[in-house]
């Protein structure tokens, strides 16, 4: 019996990560930690219900899950079973959470022998990941990383690369059969997957353009790409199918609202119908952005590769000595090298050039089409410079409202606060670019300043509070806007005793 080892080793490297991401579960079942009655605590189970819990967080948008909340899940799913308190409920969450994302900041790995390279491999896989923190309290929260949801979808048996798929046939069953909460669900999950798509086009995006290095790997990417964007555009056209099916539905259901029943189906179908537009209109980016990736990324990769061949390039090794070491016939000798040389060029002037063709231009009194662009005047630039004087006088206006006596603020108290009084401001990048300037420029001297500086007007507001603003990196990261997300910072306003200021001199 003959068996093709090639077809037995290929990719032996991906399915070998594909099954490391189980590992973690492996690891907390081979825990032996008991109960206050002597019964082993299924670590395996809980390892499993916890990721259930932060995928169901995704789905329905709360990011605020951390080890608290995941504790109280686990207790109330207990019912009994376990016997512990809260407090040790809490105790196992982190135990758990530290098994899946390490607490000493070490990514989760495995080694093993590659048979296809035939070479040993470490590869590292991340199953949660850091989500927003709480710097008040101190609170850390998680989700889901892009390994947790693959395992998370394979524990159903299909592949997350046609979870989408999958979803949009059981949408219309679930349709069908007037199951129209349950189709919501399947819209969130569909949205869930796009987003976990997008995502990964990133990634291949930018190992397009760095990973790249041989025309095999070309190919291979060639090939990838090739697959998604046609999945792609097969989910795109059942996403229209299911679009019409659903306006039939809900048109149908409009004429035959007799109870509230009906009206309550009705209702469900009119929000079916908005969400599934707004999955099928990021889905139709995801196409767009495939197409982009198979033109623009992998020809800018196969120029990438063109040039790594030039640079690699040696003539004296590749060509001068493969036709010394083996001596050529003349005319073979003409064709090898033939590629490698300048295409001959004449020198000579034909003195009846003179009567040739010649290029004749109608000169006009204005010429069209070959200015330079004017700038912008110097008016323009004063009243740009005046409005950005007094945007930043308006942002630290709602910065000193907070203070109350204190000296000292983070981003995060100013950001909250205008959540709630001034958000349109959190909508605006040059909020986001105002406390950058101030990052940058830190320590600033007030007294230092004048009236042309754009900061003349916060120094005009904090006038008799304090003569520098201090402005330092903190823990933690803010996304109050979804557009926008910016580190935390400090902002100290201490007054400053400078020499020959005090009492003493």
């Keep these: 019996m003959h068996i093709d080892m090639g077809g037995v080793l290929d990719h032996f490297g991906e399915r070998m990560k594909r099954l490391a991401i189980y590992d973690p579960l492996y690891r907390l079942g081979r825990k ?13 189970e809980l390892g499993m219900l916890t990721l259930l819990f932060f995928f169901e967080n995704m789905i329905v948008r709360q990011k605020t899950s951390g080890v608290k909340e995941l504790a109280a899940f686990l207790y109330k799913v207990n019912d009994g079973k376990i016997d512990m308190n809260r407090e040790e409920f809490l105790e196992l969450a982190r135990e758990i959470i530290d098994v899946f994302r390490p607490s000493n900041g070490s990514r989760n790995s495995m080694t093993f022998y590659n048979w296809e390279t035939k070479q040993e491999e470490t590869i590292y896989y991340s199953i949660l990941k850091a989500a927003r923190a709480d710097v008040k309290s101190n609170t850390q929260y998680y989700t889901l990383d892009d390994q947790g949801l693959e395992l998370i979808f394979s524990s159903k048996e299909y592949f997350s690369e046609f979870q989408i798929s999958i979803n949009q046939l059981l949408l219309r069953k679930q349709l069908e059969k007037g199951e129209f909460i349950g189709a919501l669900r399947q819209i969130d999950e569909m949205s869930l997957s796009v987003e976990n798509l997008r995502e990964r086009l990133m990634k291949i995006k930018h190992e397009v353009t760095r990973s790249i290095v041989s025309e095999e790997t070309y190919e291979r990417y060639k090939n990838l790409i090739e697959d998604i964007h046609v999945r792609l555009a097969r989910e795109n056209q059942e996403f229209d199918e299911l679009q019409d099916f659903v306006r039939l539905t809900k048109d149908s259901l409009k004429y035959q609202i007799e109870n509230e029943k009906d009206k309550k189906a009705y209702t469900l179908m009119l929000k079916i119908d908005q969400q599934l537009e707004a999955v099928h209109h990021e889905h139709s980016k995801l196409l767009q952005d495939s197409i982009v990736l ?14 790594i061949g030039l640079d690699n390039f040696n003539f004296q090794q590749d060509i001068v000595g493969a036709m ?32 040739g063709k010649q290029r004749i231009e109608k000169r006009t009194e204005e010429e069209t089409g070959r200015a330079f662009l004017e700038g912008a005047s110097e008016e323009q630039l004063n009243q740009h410079k005046e409005q950005l004087k007094a945007y930043f006088k308006e942002v630290m206006l709602e910065a000193r409202e907070l203070l109350k006596g204190r000296t000292c603020i983070t981003l995060e108290e100013i950001c909250s606060s205008l959540e709630e009084k001034e958000s349109v401001l959190l909508e605006q990048r040059l909020f986001y670019d105002f406390w950058i300037m101030l990052h940058q420029k830190s320590p600033i001297d007030l007294d230092e300043l004048d009236d042309e500086s754009l900061l003349s007007g916060v120094k005009e507001v904090l006038r008799g509070m304090t003569n520098s603003i201090k402005v330092r990196e903190n823990e933690g990261e803010i996304e109050k806007y979804e557009r926008f997300t910016i580190t935390n910072m400090e902002i100290d306003l201490t007054l400053e005793v400078k020499a020959g200021e005090d009492d003493g001199i």
């Design 32 to 44: 032996t930690k008991k109960d206050h009655s002597s019964q082993d605590i299924p670590y395996y």
């Design 294 to 307: 198979r033109t623009h990324a992998l020809e800018a990769a196969q120029q990438a590769l063109y040039f």
């Design 324 to 355: 010394m070491g083996k001596p050529l016939p003349l005319h073979a000798s003409k064709t090898f090298v033939e590629p490698f040389l300048k295409v001959a060029r004449s020198r000579e002037w034909y003195p009846l050039s003179v009567f």
